[in-house]
């Protein structure tokens, strides 16, 4: 059970410990053994990204912070001005979970982690829908205001549209982060954190009854 309020609230381990009335070192070696098992018991619950794909897909991308850790400056970004992993988050029309790639450095831009997780590649043939940092890939993207000069009225119909779409994957991103050891500064191993991201993927799918 602690595990889970671990990985949920991302107290410290010494204040979960006092919670559930056990030592700070026994919160750690019982986290470090449980996490991989949920991991396992629920990979058939995360599906590919093709099998998940139902109709227009809404991609955004998110960090994990992770505060700044000597040897790892690249994880530093300048746009959200702190230290962390990029991933890149697919959802629906309705804001369900599609898919979460595979973890890239922080300072990456979200149009080069797009394209360095593969799913440039992947969604090929789909349609989806992202904000103007995905300019350049195949995604529908607002239109940007021209130098000089102001958008046409139905450019400003079709912004506010995508605009409109795009809620549901900010909310999709928001429902993932309610899982605070994503959210409020990973304190952990470094090298473990991509895999933590998995398994809290995995959550996030069977909570959504995958």
Sequence with gaps: MFTLVYVRQNLNQAAVGDLFGVSQPTVSR????????????LCLHVPDLEEAIRGL????????PTGNRAG???????????????????????????????????SMHDRKAFTESGWEDLLV???????????????????KKP???????????????????RSAVERCIAH????????????????ELSNIIRIVTALEFYRLGW
């Excluded at 746009?79 to 595979?102: C, H, P, W, Y």
């Excluded at 829908?129 to 239109?143: K, L, S, V």
């Excluded at 982060?177 to 090298?191: D, E, F, P, Q, V």
């Design 30 to 41: 019982v986290y470090r053994g449980i996490l991989p098992l949920i991991g396992e018991a």
């Design 57 to 64: 897909v809404l991609v955004d991308g998110t960090d994990v």
């Design 72 to 106: 790892h400056e690249d994880n530093y970004s300048g746009k959200r001005r702190r230290a962390g992993l990029n991933i890149q988050v697919a959802a629906d029309t309705e804001g369900g979970l599609l898919g979460i790639s595979t973890p890239l450095c922080g």
């Design 125 to 143: 043939e789909t349609s989806f829908i992202g904000d103007p940092a995905y300019q350049g890939t195949r995604a529908i993207t607002p239109r």
């Design 147 to 165: 130098k000089g000069g102001e958008l046409s009225a139905a450019d400003k119909k079709n912004n506010k549209t995508i605009s409109s779409l």
């Design 176 to 191: 993932l982060k309610n899982w605070k050891i994503l959210a409020t500064g990973y304190r952990g191993r470094l090298a």
